[in-house]
């Protein structure tokens, strides 16, 4: 069965720190995102990843850093957490070539 | 860039047929997509239109028209099960660009 896990559901950090959100997925695929899901906002792409150590840019990376170092995992660092990144962070894969991205459960942040 | 339109909620009875449109404006893209979110749970993937047309999954059916700039999932035979939030995404580019999603209540 297809499973991307995230490692918090609930996270609460002070402003400034650093924060870091990891997703693993055992499926293989070559491709991960990193959303944030606000009410009324849907969910907005942070950055992705096609590929180890490769990235892009989704439409809101500011404030926020990703590394992938392994194709299974994908990390979403928040440099310097404000009060303004409390969301909640969706982490999803999809394989190549496949339009169905699968999610994990998320994370829910609290910046205070 | 990109934007998609929903409506905020829709209410519909149980057994009914229910259609959740989608309005988008792009410079272009290769397919739209549809999700299903319950409430604390996470988003799970519906369907895909790379063509226009109807595709059809079992209760589900999802609706792609180009030169209308349009989308819609067709819900039928309402369970309560089916009360959750619903996401059109436009696939462009190893990118989905999701709109702000639809409430579906379900009512008995």
């Known amino acids: 069965d297809v499973k991307v896990t995230q490692s918090s559901r609930y996270l609460v950090k002070r402003t400034g720190e650093k924060v870091f959100l990891e997703c693993v997925q055992d499926?293989?695929?070559?491709?991960m995102f990193w959303y944030r899901q606000d009410p009324g906002l849907g969910l907005r792409l942070i950055y992705f990843?096609?590929?180890?150590?490769?990235?892009e840019k989704g439409d809101i990376p500011e404030g926020y850093s990703v590394s992938r170092e392994k194709k299974e995992r994908f990390s979403l660092i928040l440099e310097s957490a404000s009060t303004n990144q409390t969301s909640m962070y969706l982490c999803?894969?999809?394989?190549?070539?496949?339009?169905?991205?699968?999610f994990g459960p998320g994370t829910r942040l609290t910046v205070t | 860039g990109q934007s998609l339109e929903q409506p905020s909620e829709v209410t519909a009875v149980e057994g009914a047929i229910v259609q959740i449109n989608c309005t988008y404006q792009?410079?272009?893209?290769?397919?739209l997509s549809w999700y299903q979110q319950h409430d604390g749970g996470a988003p799970t993937f519906l369907s895909y239109?790379?063509?226009?047309g109807l595709e059809e999954t079992g209760r589900f059916s999802s609706f792609l028209s180009r030169s209308d700039s349009y989308g819609y999932l067709l819900l039928q035979e309402l369970q309560m099960k089916d009360s959750a939030s619903y996401f059109c995404a436009l696939y462009n580019f190893n990118k989905f660009y999701f709109g702000s999603g639809t409430k579906l209540n379900v009512k008995p």
């Open positions: 990843s096609y590929d180890v150590k490769m990235k």
């Open positions: 239109n790379a063509l226009d």
């Open positions: 999803a894969s999809r394989a190549g070539g496949s339009y169905e991205q699968y």
């Open positions: 499926m293989d695929h070559e491709n």
């Open positions: 792009t410079s272009g893209f290769y397919g």
